[in-house]
């Protein structure tokens, strides 16, 4: 089958993209309100970019009615967040951030998730997750329907069990993130393996 996505429908265009682009990881997005509110938030548009300058990107879409979401109303303001990764345990947390809930209700207070402060950045992050990766905005890219929120990482907390008794490398038993495939269909990158590119002049030319 052939789509030309120039011409079909946005929601058809979601639904091959994401559907087919995946898994996607998750980032629980942290914001801190101008009146000192934290704010939760799941986006699983997102992915990192570079590491010199270490940049991650956010794609985050309006309400459906058009208003901005409280996330991106927090970053313009303080143009900080904090992307807190998502295994099993923060599975709960992740789903209730997710609810379409009024801007002055707390979603990190609503699911019971304990917050600790923010090392560079006021927005408060999640101490149970894998990581937490402090960012200050680096830009904004605007389109109608969508706003792209590049990131610089500036601050990143590990939770000491995902790394290797060097602490340099991800301990895979223990680092299972949880990723999107789409609608409610979830991955777990529990199972892990190795797969080494063959020597180039072993290969017919």
């Not at 994401?18 to 996607?24: A, D, H, I, W």
């Not at 002055?104 to 990766?133: F, H, I, K, N």
């Not at 290797?164 to 999107?180: F, K, L, N, Q, S």
């Amino acid at each position: 089958m052939e789509f030309d996505l120039t011409e079909l429908d946005p929601r058809d265009r979601y639904r091959l993209l994401t559907n087919f682009v995946g898994p996607r990881p998750i980032a629980l997005v942290t914001t801190r309100s101008a009146a000192g509110q934290d704010n939760g938030a799941p986006m699983s548009f997102f992915n990192v970019f570079s590491h010199d300058p270490a940049i991650l990107a956010l794609g985050i879409q309006p309400r459906a009615d058009g208003r901005e979401k409280d996330t991106v109303a927090n970053i313009r303001n303080s143009g900080e967040f904090t992307v807190n990764m998502v295994d099993m345990p923060l599975a709960q947390t992740m789903l209730i951030c997710g609810l379409g809930v009024d801007s002055d209700v707390d979603e990190l207070q609503l699911a019971g998730e304990q917050v600790a402060p923010g090392a560079q950045v006021a927005c408060s992050w999640l101490p149970a997750s894998p990581c937490a990766m402090e960012c200050r905005v680096d830009r904004l890219i605007e389109y109608p329907r969508r706003l792209i929120i590049l990131g610089e990482v500036v601050h990143m907390h590990v939770r000491r069990d995902c790394l290797d008794a060097e602490g340099r490398y991800v301990d895979a038993r223990t680092y299972h993130p949880i990723a999107r495939l789409h609608a409610d269909n979830y991955i777990l990158a529990d199972r892990q393996f190795e797969l080494k590119a063959p020597a180039l002049e072993g290969l017919a030319g």
